[in-house]
């Protein structure tokens, strides 16, 4: 299996200072707020949760602009926050503000 990718829109709840890997790479944390109704077994719910986020590279660089409460549509894929970890986080491939 190869399929992993991840399209997101939300809220920005919280924003880490840029920090820079061991390598020198450009790092930032975000924590994206999303809500939205789906249907689920042909039934409408509410969708809620807080996923946390990483930017590297260029990306972290980008979200510069990036201030809590913006709307942000964030494409990735899921992860593991760390190899001793079992928590899962959102790495961005590509990050647009959008109207909310």
Known sequence: MSDNRVVLSGRIIAIDPL??????IPARNLTLGHRSRQ????MEREAECEVQVIALGELAQQTAR????DGIRIQGFLARKSRNSTQLVLHANRIELIEI
């Open 19 to 24: 920090r820079y890997t061991p390598a020198g």
């Open 39 to 42: 249907v689920e077994a042909g």
């Open 66 to 69: 990036c201030r809590v409460d």
